[in-house]
């Protein structure tokens, strides 16, 4: 069965520096992954999603995320923090071909100025 | 893009009472919805998968009489809590898939603040 692990639930990272979420997948089959936020009292947004076309996926807001079969990673990026990126991260892997999302257990970006 | 709206996006009940959330595809049709349930500080919890036309299917652990799911239509599942009690104060949030493939992320609503006391 498909899962994700997020690595650390809280990251406190100040404006303009790098953010840096990680995520270890764990599956029989390649993986379709997603990258998704939630803010306070609201449902989820995509950020970004690999579905084995690049390693090298690009999303919304600034974020990316590298798929790294060798490490079963897929962590997620932004070069430079910005206030408005705290939020609720959480990476998720489609659970064989149910359609189902099984998510990681979150990880807290804080955003110092 | 594609929108799905949730409603209501909270509401406060007393104890014994039955609760009915809906979740709505705005602008495509969606064969399958699914239900999660999120505690504060948590990740989220599949509750079950809605099917239009057919029954929904739960996943293990969760009470099937107590969540009560209907898919009327291409665009609409509910979620009815019944006899909801304190333990049921969660936030429910409903998703659905884009396109009908494997691999299609899943758009969600804002979510379902549910408040029993």
């Known amino acids: 069965a498909q899962s994700v692990t997020q690595l650390g639930s809280h990251v406190s990272v100040s404006e303009g520096a790098l953010v840096l979420l990680r995520c270890n997948y764990s599956s029989s089959v390649p993986p379709y992954l997603f990258w998704y936020v939630q803010y306070p009292n609201q449902g989820l947004q995509l950020l970004l999603k690999?579905?084995?076309?690049?390693?090298l996926v690009k999303g919304i807001n600034g974020f990316e995320a590298e798929f790294k079969k060798s490490e079963t990673s897929f962590h997620l990026t932004k070069p430079s923090a910005h206030m408005s990126d705290a939020a609720e991260y959480f990476c998720?892997?489609?659970?064989?071909?149910?359609?189902?999302?099984?998510f990681g257990q979150g990880t807290t970006l804080q955003v110092k100025p | 893009g594609a929108v799905v709206s949730q409603h209501p996006s909270w509401v406060i009940c007393k104890s014994g009472t039955s609760v009915k959330i809906e979740c709505r595809s705005l602008d495509f049709q969606a064969t399958t919805m699914f239900w999660y349930r999120q505690f504060p500080k948590q990740s989220l919890m599949l509750m079950a998968t809605s099917n239009e036309g057919s029954k929904a299917t739960y996943e293990q652990g969760v009470e099937k009489d107590k969540f009560l799911i209907n898919h009327a239509s291409l665009t609409l599942s509910t979620l009815t809590v019944t006899s909801a009690h304190p333990e049921d104060s969660s936030f429910y949030i409903c998703s659905a898939p884009v396109a009908e493939s494997d691999n299609s992320p899943l758009h969600f609503g804002n979510g379902t603040r549910l408040t029993v006391t």
């Open positions: 690999y579905t084995s076309a690049a390693t």
């Open positions: 998720a892997v489609i659970s064989g071909n149910t359609g189902k999302l099984i």
